[in-house]
């Protein structure tokens, strides 16, 4: 098979001897797969992919057809629509995924929009609601509302009776952002009076963490799981405990199959009914054919866009 | 009735009038009352009582029996023995509590072990268990473990099949600690090289934190409820990340009724049936008659004692 393939901080693309489900394992024809700012890391050498994954084809997530079924894999038939977040290896015409990480693709979907659903849907859902406790008539602020992760959480926010604040640094990209349900759309500066938020998504890093907590209600959640913009903060702990609050951190990649499944699980049983409700969409900003993977990269990493690019195969 | 009473920085005995009960209250006659840090921030004048309690009577925590009930008063009969965390002005001979917040007194307690019961067990079973979500099998790091909650909390985690480890500062207190249950006793260099554990109780404050988070399990919770060594935190967000850790903090004094009242009612289910089995022991470092309290407070200041200081009335 054809892989994108990660050589000397560059992405190429490769011929791979094609993957083989084992047991309980599932091989899909991938369509369609997103790029995330773990592929970035990955491709700069330093962020190696989990034990168990290809170590030089990115790509956390995808969408595609199941082509074959390892021993006892009995979840899917071949010819499923099927979509999924994996360790790595994505990015190619074919891969491997344990059946108990594989979700349906919402009818609605096309490729390109299922592709780009897995990691960032997954991502959010974890974090506002697994982690964070969000729930109806609360109050939430998403740093960085306008990448993958930020527009899924301002539609999930939303959806589920949450009042949503959310930062943009692109003036350009605010009514985007506001179209997807966000209540309150700001740039970065400011946010801090404009609480008290019950959680506050930070997708961006370090510099903000003062002001999450300032603007933090009594009993708040702070939940970081992107720190672009440094990771070395700065924690007033008397603060922190007057508003009896918590900062949690997390990462999808380096878990273990049963949480991964456990996360699917939930996308199954809370997210993928809201996209066949029309309840929620996958904004896409850029599509490229897997023969143009390096200038997929390059659209990633320029910034500037509403949503997410994707790698069809 | 007669009380202890900040005037200028000092504790003295006034004369105040006799509280009275209102709808649900029950006014309790005081025969012993703890000391806690809370106490000693209110007598400099740096944490004012919140709404509601006795500007100038300290005393967070108190144990007598019922003398008269106030409208709707049903859970308590007067000579009833009792205890119960409070905003403030336990430190008297007579205090008015809300009936929902007032626990039975386990039959083995005499009164100066009931009076130092109600702030440090609810607080350490809050901070561990409702907080921590600390569980049987898991490995607990307890900071500051020869102080009152500290001791609470190494009986009430080794009770519940954890496995505890402690550092202590005073080297004359760790074998009074490894008698509570503690399996590992130590200073307070070098705890970073005993982990990983799941869940860290920190009760001495922000110069820990680094090793907090380096000595943190996958998954763990570090929970921040004492900053006497200082506030300001250095937190590498990255780490936490990398840990998918996270980082809570609290105060009971400022709970709200109805919270403060869920804890009791955690008390009375998770911790007042381990007094009843004999699992669980008061360690009363020393106590004054309420005529000696500024020599009380004293006490409590000059460290080097295991477990509470309690004063009689």
């Given amino acids: 098979m054809r892989a994108a393939t990660i050589r000397d901080g560059e992405v190429v693309v490769a011929e791979h001897p094609d993957p083989q489900p084992g047991a309980g394992e599932v091989l899909v024809r991938v369509r369609a797969a997103g790029l995330n700012g773990a592929d970035i890391l990955q491709r700069a050498g330093g962020y190696p992919a ?8 990115p790509g956390l997530e995808l969408a595609g057809e199941v082509q074959a079924l390892g021993p006892g894999a009995q979840r899917f038939r071949p010819g499923d629509r099927v979509m999924a977040i994996t360790g790595g290896g994505g990015q190619a015409e074919l891969v491997v995924v344990h059946e108990r990480q594989l979700m349906p693709v919402p009818a609605g979907l096309d490729w390109p929009e299922a592709g780009g659903v897995p990691e960032v ?34 539609q999930l926010a939303a959806s589920a009776g949450a009042h949503v604040t959310a930062t943009v640094r692109n003036a350009d990209l605010r009514d985007g952002v506001r179209a997807l349900g966000a209540h309150d759309v700001i740039g970065p500066d400011g946010f801090e009076e404009r609480g008290p938020f019950d959680v506050v998504l930070e997708l961006v890093g370090a510099p903000n ?13 702070i939940v970081v799981i992107g720190v672009g913009a440094g990771f070395k903060a700065e924690l007033n702990l008397l603060a922190l405990m007057g508003k009896r609050g918590r900062v949690s951190a997390s990462t999808l990649r380096a878990r273990p199959l049963e949480e991964k499944a456990m996360t699917a699980r939930a996308m199954e049983r809370h997210v993928l009914p809201l996209f066949d409700r029309g309840a929620l969409s996958v904004p896409v900003a850029a599509t490229f054919a897997l023969d143009d993977v390096a200038a997929a990269y390059e659209r990633f990493t320029a910034g500037g866009k509403l949503g997410k690019v994707v790698v069809t195969a």
């Fill in 209 to 221: 963490l003062p002001g999450d907590l300032k603007a933090l209600a009594t009993g708040g959640r």
């Fill in 50 to 57: 989990p034990p168990g994954s290809p170590p030089d084809i």
């Fill in 121 to 154: 849907f997954t991502t959010a859902h974890d974090a506002l609601f697994t982690q964070g406790g969000l729930a109806a008539g609360e109050r939430l602020l998403v740093h960085g509302a306008a990448g993958g992760v930020g527009t899924a959480a301002v």
